[in-house]
């Protein structure tokens, strides 16, 4: 049995160490108060059985509540205090400086905790060990100075939790969608370099790779572009290439013949389409950023959103190729092809491509074909968007929406100074999020003891404890001048300020947004109601907790004209978190407590039973009350060889629900060659992945795809969330 040290690193459990700290406690005691060595024993081999219990690593606090309680039932009170001071003392020792024994252990690579933080960051290579380094001063700034001491408490015992506390100390924002279109037609700069409007489709391609690098590197999020502001360079590049073809023709001497030209003009364009795409799809999975990962981009593909038929055909040779280039994947280092964890990919259905008879339906074949490999794109609903919020636009990064346009009506204006702003016409991109917060649900449910009107008592202090963090990460926000990330507030990615131009207009007036994210929907409506929230009987009450943190939503933003809107989070290492947090305060009870995970925002639980069609059509109505962002998905076995059951789930996303995506498997074992499932065992107490072929175990030696939270991680996770993709049923 594994356990985690305070600095993250990975141990033996070794109860000869409890034996020898309870002794001492022991010893420091009166003589007539002191316990046998035989009790001692019986001490350490019952707190031995309650870490074997918890059926993943427990940490040394964990373990350290289990010795209390254990001296305590046996009556040793003296002993019992002596213990709890010696904590008490070596604590203040601990506090007295906060980061060090951390930082080395991410130096040295054996802080577990670390490894497993984000499953799209390599914690061996010096860019990410830099990155988490900074991260770790700042946390430790934030926690002392920067929050107020109740937040940082209730953040740390898991009441709830503020994102990316590792980026807090800047003046930093959360994700975004990039202006892409104004800084291609209108110019941009970097780093100090004038970027002029490109004069074909592949130089296009390539500046859009280094603008996503540099936006990137200036925040924490995700982000996204849309593939419509490259099609007019599509046109541009036939028309050079066209020139180019008259201008042979002419040196040789024959005779013109339009169709020839033609055929070779679109033939030739095709291949720089090829090339122009190829840079996207390599260089985003090539770049390291200054947060020592590659880009969290985000693709969109809308054939609607083009401006007229032709940019609409040309927009469609592009979402072919992506689509094409997609399904091949990269080869990893023994130039095996394998799934890349990015960009994350999203297609639109909508009227043009949904239907058999409809003029894009083969992009949607496609689709459905890349999807069954290669687990993108994924799909957002051109009829359920118009239906719910008026506009269709792509979610920055992974899942966060924005609200919509309500400045452009209100009359606000250009506050954002963008070169392609057209009055009356409602904007997107150039938009951005301020940061989240999210509250742990099953932690007022179990807080309320099954209570209903304590439920709702406690439920309100904890949003308003949620309220008062999101105005933290708003006010630091405020005053941040243009000068601190140039590329986002000088140069068109979000807006086009002066130097030494203060961004406050861009945070209020519905411009920005600002999350409150919430998780565990489920352990909380089971614990209150012994039912899962798929229950007929308990649907009701998990909508109304859904209504309440909406309600709360709209209420401080009508107060305060900030756009506070519900986010169903997507957790990564906050699931474990989370989980360990709800166990070490209210023990282990079966169907709430008793995982290393907690459930993603409102979605069914992982191991519960139900077909893929019943699962969207009950998460849309959550979904409709996500508004701030959510996605939903349906875990499927390998599809390649069944693609009209996926058109079928596809065509049931158009008609049910906004936005969701098929989870397949997409693994490959580099010692023998294995690309089936890489498959989760118990070894030792502990989670490991292995090759059912040859038995590798080695991480190093395999490459495994598994969609976590919205991306796809391909660097390994926690045991929390390993747990989780383990224990989850398919749906088809």
């Known amino acids: ?123 061996v290579v010096n860019s990410t060990q830099r990155d988490y380094m900074a991260g770790e001063v700042s946390r430790d700034l934030t926690n002392r100075i920067l929050l107020p001491e109740d937040i940082v408490k209730a953040h740390e015992e898991g009441i709830i939790h503020f994102h990316d506390t590792d980026y807090y100390a800047q003046h930093m924002h959360n994700c975004d969608l990039v202006n892409l279109e104004d800084m291609l037609q209108n110019g941009t700069v970097i780093t100090g370099t004038l970027i002029e409007r490109p004069h ?17 590197s200036n925040q924490y999020g995700g982000q996204s572009i849309s593939l419509t502001h490259l099609a007019p360079f599509v046109d541009v590049s036939r028309q050079k290439i066209r020139k180019q073809v008259l201008a042979e023709i002419e040196e040789l001497g024959v005779a013109q013949d339009e169709t020839k030209i033609a055929r070779i003009v679109e033939k030739r364009l095709r291949e720089e389409i090829r090339r122009g795409v190829q840079t996207i799809q390599y260089q985003v999975v090539t770049l390291l950023t200054t947060n020592g990962q590659a880009p969290f981009i985000t693709v969109f593909m809308y054939l609607n959103e083009a401006r007229s038929e032709q940019e609409k055909r040309d927009l469609a040779l592009i979402i072919e190729e992506m689509l094409l280039q997609r399904y091949e994947g990269v080869k990893n280092e023994q130039g095996v092809w394998v799934t890349p964890a990015f960009p994350k990919l999203i297609y639109t259905l909508e009227e043009d491509n949904i239907h058999e008879d409809s003029p894009y339906y083969y992009l949607t074949k496609l689709a459905a074909k890349c999807t069954a490999r290669r687990m993108v794109p994924d799909y957002i609903s051109e009829k359920k968007m118009l239906e719910l919020k008026g506009d269709v636009y792509p979610c920055m990064g992974c899942r966060s929406f924005l609200t919509p346009d309500r400045f452009t009506d209100a009359g606000v204006g250009n506050i954002a100074n963008a070169g392609n702003y057209e009055p009356g016409k409602h904007k997107y991109y150039g938009r951005f ?8 649900l099953p932690d007022v449910a179990l807080s309320s003891g099954g209570n209903i009107e304590k439920f709702w008592d406690i439920f309100e202090d904890r949003l308003e404890l ?61 614990y209150m109601t012994g039912k899962s929230h798929t229950d007929p009987a308990a649907t009701p009450f998990a909508l109304s907790i859904m209504q309440k943190m ?73 979904q409709h009350l996500s508004p701030g962002g959510a996605i939903s998905y349906v875990e499927v076995p390998n599809m390649q060889n069944n693609l009209e059951a996926v058109l079928q789930v596809m065509k049931f996303i158009y008609d049910n629900i906004i936005y969701a995506e098929l989870n397949t498997k997409s693994d490959y074992c580099q010692v023998c060659g294995w690309d089936g499932e890489i498959e989760i065992v118990e070894d030792g107490g502990k989670l490991i992945w292995r090759c059912p072929k040859c038995g590798n175990t080695d991480q190093d030696k395999m490459n495994v795809a598994r969609r976590t939270c919205g991306y796809i991680g391909t660097q390994f996770w926690n045991q929390g969330r390993t747990q989780e993709i383990k224990e989850r049923v398919l749906h088809l």
């Open 550 to 622: 909406n309600d709360k939503c709209k209420e401080w933003k009508t107060a305060e004209n900030i756009d506070y809107s519900l986010y169903g989070t997507p957790l990564e290492s906050t699931t474990y978190k989370f989980a360990k947090c709800l166990q070490k305060r209210f023990g282990i009870i079966e169907g709430v407590t008793d995982k290393g995970y907690i459930t993603n925002s409102y979605h069914v639980h992982v191991t519960e039973p139900i077909d893929a069609f019943t699962k969207l059509k009950f998460e849309a109505q959550f």
């Open 200 to 216: 074909s489709f592949a130089t296009a391609c390539n500046i859009a790779t280094q603008i996503v690098a540099q936006v990137a």
């Open 466 to 526: 949620c309220h008062r963090a999101l105005r933290c990460r708003h006010d630091r926000l405020r005053g941040t001048l243009s000068d601190a990330a140039p590329i986002l507030w000088q140069y068109g990615a979000c807006a086009r300020l002066k130097k030494g131009e203060p961004i406050d207009r861009l945070l209020y007036d519905g411009y920005s947004t600002i999350s409150l994210g919430y998780a565990g929907l489920y352990e909380c409506v089971k």
């Open 433 to 440: 999020n301020q940061g989240v917060v999210t509250i742990n």
């Open 1 to 123: 049995m594994k356990v985690i040290k305070r600095n993250g690193a990975e141990v033996e459990f070794d109860i000869v160490k409890i034996i020898a700290a309870v002794t001492k406690a022991n010893a420091a005691t009166e003589e007539d108060a002191r316990m046998t060595p035989v009790q001692i024993q019986r001490i350490a081999e019952s707190v031995e059985l309650a870490c074997q219990g918890l059926g993943r690593a427990p940490t040394v606090e964990e373990i350290q509540d289990f010795v209390e309680h254990q001296i305590m039932a046996h009556g040793a009170f003296e002993v019992a205090k002596r213990y709890i001071t010696y904590r008490y003392t070596r604590s203040l020792v601990r506090k007295s400086n906060t980061t060090d024994d951390k930082i080395l252990t991410l130096i040295e690579c054996n802080n577990e905790e670390a490894k497993q933080e984000n499953s799209n960051k390599n914690p």
